[in-house]
């Protein structure tokens, strides 16, 4: 099970542009699943982006074509660049690590601890 830290978060207008950055603290070729979740205060938990070692990648309809998701299996790292950022994608944001099976079930094996987007208007 491998230890995820994001990091990368912040303030910023709407408009704007972020990049998350997914550290592992093992080896993350072994997790098939990879993805991107977010929490807004009051709301679930809900999935922004995913990708997956077949190169399958899936996006929350909110996020198409303004967010990207990519992973670096060599340095164990995933990112997720946001761009023409709302004022709705204001959350904490997750990274999560997993299993095949992951893709259907959205049951994670590991999750990071969470880093703060706000997106003002």
Known sequence: QVQLVESGGGWVQAGGSLRLSCAASGSIFSSSVMGWYRQAPGKQR?????????????????????????????????????????PEDTGVYYCAAGRASSWQTGTYDSWGQGTQVTVSS
Request: a positive charge.
């Open 46 to 86: 809900e999935l922004v982006a995913r990708l997956n070692r077949g190169g399958n990648i899936n996006y929350a309809d909110s996020v198409k074509g303004r967010f990207a998701i990519s992973r670096d299996n060599a340095k164990n790292t995933m990112s997720l660049q946001m761009n023409s950022l709302k």
